[in-house]
Protein backbone atom coordinates (compact mmCIF):
# COMPACT_ATOMS: atom_id res chain seq x y z
CA UNK A 1 0.00 0.00 0.00
CA UNK A 2 3.04 1.88 -0.49
CA UNK A 3 1.74 3.33 -3.65
CA UNK A 4 -1.19 5.03 -2.74
CA UNK A 5 -2.03 8.57 -2.22
CA UNK A 6 -4.96 10.08 -1.03
CA UNK A 7 -6.12 13.15 -3.45
CA UNK A 8 -8.53 15.86 -2.01
CA UNK A 9 -12.16 15.99 -3.49
CA UNK A 10 -13.08 19.18 -4.97
CA UNK A 11 -16.81 20.44 -4.05
CA UNK A 12 -18.79 20.96 -6.93
CA UNK A 13 -21.76 23.22 -6.91
CA UNK A 14 -25.07 20.83 -7.19
CA UNK A 15 -26.95 24.16 -8.31
CA UNK A 16 -25.13 25.46 -11.43
CA UNK A 17 -26.82 28.98 -12.14
CA UNK A 18 -28.82 29.21 -15.65
CA UNK A 19 -27.63 32.68 -17.22
CA UNK A 20 -30.89 35.89 -16.90
CA UNK A 21 -33.00 33.61 -14.51
CA UNK A 22 -33.48 34.61 -11.33
CA UNK A 23 -32.88 32.05 -8.73
CA UNK A 24 -34.40 31.59 -5.24
CA UNK A 25 -32.75 29.00 -3.33
CA UNK A 26 -34.24 27.76 0.11
CA UNK A 27 -32.70 25.42 2.43
CA UNK A 28 -35.62 23.43 4.06
CA UNK A 29 -35.24 21.55 7.53
CA UNK A 30 -35.39 17.99 7.69
CA UNK A 31 -38.96 16.88 8.19
CA UNK A 32 -38.58 15.11 11.49
CA UNK A 33 -36.79 18.65 13.08
CA UNK A 34 -39.68 21.39 13.97
CA UNK A 35 -36.70 24.37 13.92
CA UNK A 36 -36.47 27.22 12.24
CA UNK A 37 -35.36 27.04 8.57
CA UNK A 38 -33.02 29.38 6.28
CA UNK A 39 -33.65 30.65 3.08
CA UNK A 40 -31.86 33.35 1.00
CA UNK A 41 -32.11 34.47 -2.98
CA UNK A 42 -29.67 34.81 -5.72
CA UNK A 43 -30.31 37.70 -8.07
CA UNK A 44 -30.12 37.06 -12.08
CA UNK A 45 -32.68 37.78 -13.75
CA UNK A 46 -35.11 36.72 -16.73
CA UNK A 47 -38.50 38.29 -17.45
CA UNK A 48 -41.61 36.58 -15.72
CA UNK A 49 -39.96 33.63 -14.73
CA UNK A 50 -37.74 32.33 -11.17
CA UNK A 51 -36.33 29.28 -10.65
CA UNK A 52 -36.39 28.00 -7.41
CA UNK A 53 -33.64 25.62 -5.80
CA UNK A 54 -34.31 24.08 -2.29
CA UNK A 55 -32.23 21.31 -0.24
CA UNK A 56 -32.57 19.92 2.82
CA UNK A 57 -30.53 21.81 5.34
CA UNK A 58 -28.95 18.94 7.25
CA UNK A 59 -27.50 18.04 3.37
CA UNK A 60 -27.39 21.58 1.69
CA UNK A 61 -25.18 20.26 -1.20
CA UNK A 62 -27.09 17.36 -2.24
CA UNK A 63 -29.94 17.37 -4.64
CA UNK A 64 -32.08 14.49 -3.64
CA UNK A 65 -34.93 15.40 -1.43
CA UNK A 66 -34.96 13.63 2.33
CA UNK A 67 -35.62 9.96 2.71
CA UNK A 68 -39.60 9.48 3.27
CA UNK A 69 -40.36 12.89 1.57
CA UNK A 70 -42.16 12.95 -1.61
CA UNK A 71 -41.61 16.36 -2.06
CA UNK A 72 -41.67 19.99 -1.10
CA UNK A 73 -44.16 22.04 -1.15
CA UNK A 74 -44.17 25.60 -3.12
CA UNK A 75 -46.17 28.34 -1.47
CA UNK A 76 -45.84 32.16 -2.62
CA UNK A 77 -47.38 35.78 -2.44
CA UNK A 78 -46.91 38.11 -5.01
CA UNK A 79 -47.40 41.44 -3.74
CA UNK A 80 -46.60 45.41 -5.02
CA UNK A 81 -42.55 46.26 -4.52
CA UNK A 82 -41.75 47.97 -0.77
CA UNK A 83 -44.99 45.52 1.06
CA UNK A 84 -43.06 43.50 3.89
CA UNK A 85 -42.81 39.58 3.55
CA UNK A 86 -45.46 37.80 4.63
CA UNK A 87 -45.04 36.65 7.99
CA UNK A 88 -48.12 34.39 8.27
CA UNK A 89 -48.21 31.38 6.15
CA UNK A 90 -51.81 31.69 5.87
CA UNK A 91 -51.21 34.46 3.67
CA UNK A 92 -49.42 32.47 0.76
CA UNK A 93 -51.39 30.68 -1.48
CA UNK A 94 -50.35 27.31 -2.65
CA UNK A 95 -48.06 27.22 -5.76
CA UNK A 96 -46.74 23.58 -6.49
CA UNK A 97 -45.33 20.52 -5.40
CA UNK A 98 -42.04 20.20 -6.81
CA UNK A 99 -40.49 16.94 -7.00
CA UNK A 100 -37.59 17.97 -8.35
CA UNK A 101 -34.72 21.04 -7.73
CA UNK A 102 -34.72 23.50 -9.75
CA UNK A 103 -38.26 24.07 -10.00
CA UNK A 104 -39.25 26.91 -12.76
CA UNK A 105 -42.23 29.21 -11.67
CA UNK A 106 -43.25 31.60 -14.82
CA UNK A 107 -45.72 34.59 -13.92
CA UNK A 108 -47.94 36.68 -16.41
CA UNK A 109 -47.53 40.17 -17.80
CA UNK A 110 -49.34 42.22 -14.84
CA UNK A 111 -46.83 40.23 -12.04
CA UNK A 112 -43.71 41.87 -13.43
CA UNK A 113 -42.36 44.10 -11.44
CA UNK A 114 -43.79 42.91 -7.90
CA UNK A 115 -42.31 41.20 -5.43
CA UNK A 116 -42.52 36.82 -4.91
CA UNK A 117 -42.18 35.81 -1.51
CA UNK A 118 -41.44 32.19 -1.39
CA UNK A 119 -42.26 29.57 1.75
CA UNK A 120 -41.05 25.88 1.05
CA UNK A 121 -41.36 22.89 3.49
CA UNK A 122 -41.51 18.65 2.31
CA UNK A 123 -44.24 16.41 2.65
CA UNK A 124 -43.50 12.84 3.87
CA UNK A 125 -45.02 9.89 1.87
CA UNK A 126 -47.62 9.76 4.71
CA UNK A 127 -49.02 13.36 3.67
CA UNK A 128 -46.98 14.97 6.60
CA UNK A 129 -46.02 18.28 6.10
CA UNK A 130 -42.57 19.47 7.68
CA UNK A 131 -41.97 22.67 9.70
CA UNK A 132 -41.79 25.87 6.90
CA UNK A 133 -38.42 27.37 5.50
CA UNK A 134 -37.73 30.84 6.07
CA UNK A 135 -39.70 33.09 3.72
CA UNK A 136 -37.50 34.28 0.31
CA UNK A 137 -37.88 36.84 -1.67
CA UNK A 138 -37.50 37.91 -5.39
CA UNK A 139 -38.42 40.33 -7.57
CA UNK A 140 -40.47 39.59 -10.91
CA UNK A 141 -38.38 40.94 -13.46
CA UNK A 142 -40.75 43.08 -15.91
Not at 132 to 136: C, D, I, L, P, R
Given at each position: M?????RPTKLRNPFPTIPGVRTVELLVKPLASFMATQ?????PAK????????ADESTPTRRARP???????????VSPPGDPPPSDPSDLKFLLLSTRTPAAIEFTGP??????HYMVRWLSTRGEAGP?????SATIGK
Open positions: SGLRTAWTMPRLRHTLRYRGTIGAEVWVRDGGKTAWSETA
